[in-house]
């Protein structure tokens, strides 16, 4: 537990170090600041359209860091000397899947307060928004994760990855939008199960592949 801890510690640190958080938020809000002007200052329009795409570029800003997810590590040699150190290739993988969450999913949450404010989104919409992402993001970080995984050992893997997360995200993307229109809380519901098997089989799914990377 102590070195899981500490990976996850260090995969946090390195991130906040880069700057690689501020990648991010930055395009979120830079989207967010565009859309009025591709669809016009209809306030209705924009508060009709704008979780939607928040939730869009939540999932692309979550895709930004994948090539250095799992790869860096990789190649240096970083993976091997964990795993003689007594780490599973599933235990590494539920640290980056923590690391990497902690290190988009809350300032992606933060920015979305100015960015809803810039698309004319009224308070009930606000909060149902924040609890989508609040349960959707590590979804998208365990998303992320595992298709990192799946590519760390390609060429131009950042783009094959994408490619690969944006069908598997579908789900993710209809709850998580539905559920700004919904006043039962099913869309809710169902977002957390999709997100609960992905946060659940990406630890398998990815220590799987990093194995596979190894031989």
């Known amino acids: 537990m102590t070195r899981l801890l500490a990976l996850v510690r260090r995969d946090a640190a390195m ?5 690689g958080i501020w990648l ?6 830079l989207v967010a600041a565009l859309f009025p002007f591709a669809v016009g200052p209809d306030a209705a329009l924009l508060s009709r359209a704008g979780g939607g795409m928040l939730w869009i570029a939540a999932l692309l800003a979550s895709l930004l860091p994948v090539d ?22 599933e235990a590494i993988a539920i640290a980056k899947l923590i690391a990497h969450w902690l290190g ?12 809803a404010a810039l698309l004319k ?6 909060i149902t928004l ?15 994760l595992m298709v990192s995984a799946l590519t760390a050992s390609l060429r131009s893997s ?7 997360a944006l069908p598997l995200a579908i789900p993710l993307l209809i709850f998580g939008a539905g559920s700004l229109d919904d006043q039962s809380g099913s869309a809710l519901k169902l977002l957390a199960a999709c997100a ?15 194995r596979a990377g190894r031989e």
């Open 104 to 115: 988009f999913g809350p300032p992606l949450m933060l920015a979305v307060l100015p960015a």
């Open 121 to 126: 989104l009224n308070g009930p919409t606000i």
């Open 196 to 210: 609960l098997v992905l946060v659940g089989i990406t630890p398998f799914a990815a220590g799987a592949a990093m």
């Open 24 to 29: 991010p938020v930055a395009f979120l809000l």
């Open 158 to 164: 950042g783009a094959l990855a994408g490619l690969l």
């Open 15 to 19: 991130a906040w170090r880069s700057g």
């Open 130 to 144: 924040e609890l989508g992402l609040l349960i959707g993001t590590p979804a998208l970080a365990a998303l992320g």
């Open 68 to 89: 250095r997810l799992i790869a860096p590590d990789r190649d240096s040699g970083v993976l091997d000397q964990l795993v003689l150190r007594g780490l599973s290739d």
